[in-house]
């Protein structure tokens, strides 16, 4: 199972069950107060954690909320001790090297462990305070585990039934005040502020065959400040987490919530990069006589992630506390103006920052921009996204990220045929063609449409169903999205393309969306109106609400490392119309269903109510979402208040273990 802690304003929290997925958590505080309470008491609320857990894996789990990482602690805010070794040769063998330190006597058959300060972990999206950048800030990106009691004497062979919970962590270390520490023998206390950890901490099954000899058998990826690090592989431990937690236990008993760290990830080999900068600096010094890199600034972020064979990891990012980034962000939408775009532009302001980068300036270009916040950082654009040289004149100064929203609508573009063709599509390639940069491609995430897939489908469906479209909107989106995944591989544009279902809950106004009748039914019955559905109550649909859109929006931005899949099926909810108005009576009252009639229309069911089941294994991977489920739509469509307090939905990255 998957553990988090809930930052309450207390000292030590209140403990959350997470599911598999992370989408959703659960408040688990009647069962232990927090995670400090279930490890002293874990032979008591283990199975019930358990048997939560599984409810909330089957969505039946009552007061279920969004997760969002921004609002937890570190997964133990107080350790009863911290307990960090120093298992990786590599790294200590690189150090002694390349700064002519005198090799440490049987440290191939004898931990190094040395104990460090518990008293105040950081949350996965919590700044890390720190007095000054001359202290030589560096990260460590390192594996730990949790403990139950621990007897004194413990045999390494029974140490790993001790072992309750998996973490990673980045501990920090300030490089210039470490020298002397560690020559007056008596160990580190200022070179070693305050660690930060993931946002969750995960039982050893959740880890598969990742957890196996008393090592965490997966690569830890690290990128400072968006860009690629190190990916050194945690199973090259030299010792194993029991022998360490024998070795401590040798003279003492380890109480319940010992922290046990693995030291920096490090392997020999020197491809995969590093998990810490002073190892880079001591690789560069072998190198070429000197260090070429310097340590971190106040405004630097680092990303570190575990991925295990199913794609999911465990991310997290750190910030050192004071002074700006060193590197700022052009960020453009187009159709900044429209139902999702207004949403997107706030949300974008609200966070200030994509893909771990500070937003300098955010582009926003549309017909009309008066829907939108007065900002600083705004660059309003008026025009059509039809005029190319009011394109040339956004982008004259550069852009990083591009969210493209724009496009004439499904029914609209079927009616006026040359006003679809010029907005969605040849407007959509001529802004591909001024992106092309070969030395920096701007990422842009583009918002195709389950359109591309047609009318006929089959009773079940995947993300491999091929693309069969039957309007001219639809093929429209389609042609962009080879095109998009044309200039991706040429290495030109870091494209990426979702398909998008119907989202709601669109304003009451004329829109020429086909599909207007979904967010109709939902604006209707909330206000208690009558209202006439032109499909029928079987009718099954895909429904998204527009914050869960851009959640998925902001996530594609994230993504790394894609290789040639750019083009990825949403995660979908697939319901029916009896289904949604159900769920409106449960929100509103079932008063309302009386005014609900029905008078089908043939065709319009046809495109719009024969939906199937979605299966999207893939986008889920990657971090991409739903609603979770009918009350989650509602809520986020309609902005209803939860039963119960809950975490804002954000997804601004994605916190996962494999």
């Given at each position: 199972m998957k553990l988090a802690t809930l930052n309450d304003g207390s000292r030590d929290g209140r403990l959350l069950v997470v599911a598999r997925d992370l989408e959703r958590?659960?408040?688990?505080?009647?069962?232990?107060?927090?995670?400090?309470?279930?490890?002293?008491?874990?032979?008591?609320?283990?199975?019930?954690?358990?048997?939560?857990?599984?409810?909330?894996?089957?969505?039946?789990?009552?007061?279920?909320?969004?997760?969002?990482?921004?609002?937890?602690?570190?997964?133990?805010?107080?350790?009863?001790?911290?307990?960090?070794?120093?298992?990786?040769?590599?790294?200590?063998?690189?150090?002694?090297?390349?700064?002519?330190?005198?090799?440490?006597?049987?440290?191939?058959?004898?931990?190094?462990?040395?104990?460090?300060?518990?008293?105040d972990f950081l949350g996965p999206c919590a700044d890390i305070p720190l007095p000054s950048e001359a202290h030589g800030i560096d990260f460590e990106g390192e594996f730990a585990v949790l403990l139950d009691d621990v007897p004194m004497g413990c045999a390494a062979e029974q140490a790993l039934q001790h072992v309750r919970l998996v973490l990673q962590?980045?501990?920090?270390?300030?490089?210039?005040?470490?020298?002397r520490e560690m020559r007056t023998g008596f160990g580190f206390l200022?070179?070693?502020?305050?660690?930060?950890?993931?946002?969750?901490?995960v039982t050893p099954d959740?880890?598969?065959?990742?957890?196996?000899?008393?090592?965490?058998?997966?690569?830890?990826?690290?990128?400072?400040?968006?860009?690629?690090?190190?990916?050194?592989?945690?199973?090259?431990?030299?010792?194993?987490?029991?022998?360490?937690?024998?070795?401590?236990?040798?003279?003492?008993?380890?109480?319940?919530?010992?922290?046990?760290?693995?030291?920096?990830?490090?392997?020999?080999?020197?491809?995969?990069?590093s998990a810490c900068i002073a190892e880079r600096r001591a690789?560069?010094?072998?190198?070429?006589?000197?260090?070429?890199?310097?340590?971190?600034?106040?405004?630097?972020?680092?990303?570190?992630?575990?991925?295990?064979?199913?794609?999911?990891?465990?991310?997290?990012?750190?910030?050192?506390?004071?002074?700006?980034?060193?590197?700022?962000?052009?960020?453009?939408?187009?159709?900044?103006?429209?139902?999702?775009?207004?949403?997107?532009?706030?949300r974008l302001l609200e966070t200030g920052e994509v893909r771990g980068r500070r937003i300098e300036a955010l582009l926003v270009l549309d017909q009309a921009l008066d829907g939108l916040p007065e900002d600083a950082r705004l660059r309003r654009h008026h025009g059509s996204i039809t005029d190319a040289a009011l394109l040339r004149r956004a982008l004259a100064d550069g852009v990083d990220v591009v969210f493209h929203l724009v496009s004439v609508p499904g029914g609209a573009a079927e009616a006026q045929y040359e006003l679809g063709y010029q907005v969605n599509l040849q407007a959509s390639l001529e802004l591909l063609n001024q992106l092309r940069n070969p030395n920096r491609?701007?990422?842009?995430?583009?918002?195709?449409?389950?359109?591309?897939?047609?009318?006929?489908?089959?009773?079940r469906m995947d993300e491999g169903q091929p693309a069969s479209p039957q309007l001219s909107y639809a093929a429209h989106k389609r042609m962009v999205e080879i095109a998009l995944q044309d200039l991706a591989r040429r290495?030109?544009?870091?494209?990426?393309?979702?398909?998008?279902?119907?989202?709601?809950?669109?304003?009451?106004?004329?829109?020429?969306?086909?599909?207007?009748?979904m967010s109709d039914l939902l604006h209707t019955y909330?206000?208690?109106?009558?209202?006439?559905?032109?499909?029928?109550?079987?009718?099954?649909?895909?429904?998204?609400?527009?914050?869960?859109?851009?959640?998925?929006?902001?996530?594609?931005?994230?993504?790394?490392?894609?290789?040639?899949?750019r083009i990825w099926q949403l995660p979908v909810l697939h319901l029916s119309i009896a289904q949604v108005l159900a769920g409106l009576a449960d929100s509103f009252g079932a008063d309302n269903l009386a005014r609900i009639a029905f008078d089908p229309d043939p065709q319009l069911e046809a495109l719009f109510g024969r939906y199937p089941p979605l299966r999207s294994p893939q986008a889920r991977e990657l971090g991409f979402c739903h609603d979770g489920s009918v009350a989650g739509l509602l809520r986020n469509a309609l902005d209803l208040p939860s039963r119960r307090n809950r975490c804002v939905v954000s997804r601004k990255g994605v916190f996962s273990w494999p």
């Open positions: 958590a659960v408040d688990a505080s009647d069962i232990a107060g927090s995670l400090k309470v279930a490890l002293e008491n874990w032979p008591q609320v283990e199975a019930r954690l358990q048997a939560l857990y599984q409810r909330l894996n089957d969505n039946v789990a009552a007061d279920a909320f969004d997760l969002d990482p921004a609002q937890l602690a570190a997964p133990l805010p107080r350790a009863s001790q911290w307990l960090d070794g120093s298992c990786f040769l590599s790294h200590g063998e690189l150090m002694q090297k390349a700064f002519n330190l005198d090799p440490i006597e049987g440290v191939e058959h004898i931990p190094l462990i040395y104990q460090g300060a518990s008293d962590l980045n501990d920090v270390s300030l490089r210039a005040l470490a020298p200022q070179a070693k502020p305050a660690s930060s950890f993931a946002p969750v901490a959740e880890l598969g065959e990742a957890w196996r000899d008393g090592r965490v058998h997966l690569a830890l990826q690290v990128q400072w400040n968006g860009e690629w690090f190190g990916h050194p592989y945690g199973g090259a431990m030299h010792f194993g987490f029991h022998q360490l937690i024998a070795h401590a236990a040798l003279t003492r008993r380890l109480s319940a919530g010992t922290l046990v760290g693995s030291g920096t990830v490090s392997n020999a080999d020197r491809s995969v990069g690789i560069e010094t072998l190198a070429s006589g000197a260090p070429r890199t310097d340590f971190m600034r106040f405004g630097d972020r680092v990303r570190m992630e575990a991925r295990g064979p199913g794609g999911r990891g465990a991310v997290r990012r750190h910030r050192p506390a004071r002074g700006p980034g060193r590197l700022a962000m052009r960020v453009m939408v187009t159709g900044a103006n429209g139902f999702v775009g207004r949403l997107l532009v706030r491609p701007p990422v842009l995430v583009y918002a195709s449409s389950v359109a591309v897939y047609g009318g006929e489908l089959p009773a290495g030109e544009v870091d494209g990426r393309a979702l398909r998008l279902p119907g989202i709601v809950a669109r304003p009451r106004e004329p829109n020429g969306l086909r599909s207007a009748f909330a206000a208690g109106e009558a209202y006439t559905c032109p499909v029928s109550p079987e009718a099954c649909a895909w429904w998204m609400s527009a914050r869960c859109c851009v959640d998925n929006l902001l996530r594609a931005a994230e993504l790394d490392d894609l290789g040639s899949q």
